[in-house]
């Protein structure tokens, strides 16, 4: 397969409380319809860190504590196009302890869940998240994820993937 010029660069934030991860409904672009954490693309010449706290504060209205922002790894999702093409979206992961304000619904985002992390929804997210998600979530494990999820067109199924921690 080709891979498109460039490569997307997003962010992704979860929020941690209590053995919860805090949820909503996507509304928009890939994963629409399914549950996700907060987050976006990077814009030219912002950090990672820069575009998560914008990001949250677009999507629920919460002002982040920069502290409590652990950064958990970096996925590559290679997603396949029509005619052979492949969207690569390099993702930065990251969980939330801490934060001022209730999240709210958006545009982007429907009304904020929680849900036991060890018990996640995982039929209504995106199908390669069980492969990182507990992961991401463990705070307990040390170190990083990195790897690659190479999704069938339209994210229907994962057909490859490489998860490794650094």
């Known amino acids: 397969m080709e891979t498109k010029p460039g490569l997307g660069r997003a962010v992704l934030a979860f929020f941690v409380k209590n053995g919860q991860v805090l949820l909503a409904l996507k509304k928009q672009k ?66 939330v302890t801490d934060w001022q304000g209730s999240p709210k619904e958006s545009d982007e985002m429907g009304k904020p869940e929680w849900f036991p992390i060890d018990d996640l929804p995982f039929s209504k997210m995106m199908v390669a998240d069980k492969l990182w998600l507990p992961y991401v979530l463990d705070l307990k494990k040390e170190g990083q994820l990195e790897g690659d999820v190479c999704y069938s067109p339209e994210q229907k199924k994962v057909e490859n993937h490489v998860l490794l921690t650094r």
Do not use: D, W
Not at 39 to 51: D, L, R, S, V, Y
Not at 58 to 86: A, D, T, W, Y
């Open 30 to 95: 890939i994963g629409a319809g399914l549950l996700n954490g907060y987050g976006g693309e990077i814009e030219k010449g912002e950090t990672p860190t820069a575009a998560i706290i914008r990001e949250v504060r677009q999507e629920c209205g919460v002002k982040l504590i920069l502290n409590s922002l652990i950064e958990r790894g970096m996925i590559r999702f290679h997603n396949p196009k029509p005619g052979g093409k492949v969207f690569v979206c390099e993702v930065c992961m990251f969980v």
